[in-house]
């Protein structure tokens, strides 16, 4: 069964940074498209980031384009979001999935089958 587990979360101040981390197993992850979403509390879940299989493709939401960066090492299994200058509108919760190949609606949450459990980021000062 595949397995998603998300971390990096916390509590961090305006204008701060974090990584999150999106470690895979049990499945052939160097063959997924790996997506990051976030959903804040009333609010629907959005795409923020995507990579391909391969790591030659990226996508970003409008809202994190030149703050966030999306990376991944296909020998650790592992995808990475690294958040600069954060915002109190980051505020949400993060979540990676799997998806065959880059969605034409890269941002959609249907287009992913595989989800973790989500971590908690908060920028509040």
């Known amino acids: 069964q595949v397995q998603l587990v998300e971390s990096g979360g916390g509590l961090v101040q305006p204008g701060g940074s974090l990584r999150l981390s999106c470690a895979a197993s049990r499945f052939s992850f160097d063959y997924y498209t790996i997506g990051w979403f976030r959903q804040a509390p009333g609010k629907e879940r959005e795409g923020v980031s995507c990579i391909s299989s391969s790591g030659g493709s990226t996508h970003y939401a409008d809202s994190v384009k030149g703050r966030f960066t999306i990376s991944r090492d296909n020998v650790k299994n592992t995808v990475y979001l690294q958040m600069n200058s954060l915002k109190p509108e980051d505020t949400a919760i993060y979540y990676c999935?799997?998806?065959?190949?880059?969605?034409?609606?890269?941002?959609?949450?249907?287009?992913?089958?595989?989800w973790g459990q989500g971590t908690q980021v908060t920028v509040s000062s």
């Open positions: 999935a799997t998806a065959d190949g880059i969605p034409r609606i890269w941002g959609d949450p249907a287009r992913y089958n595989y």
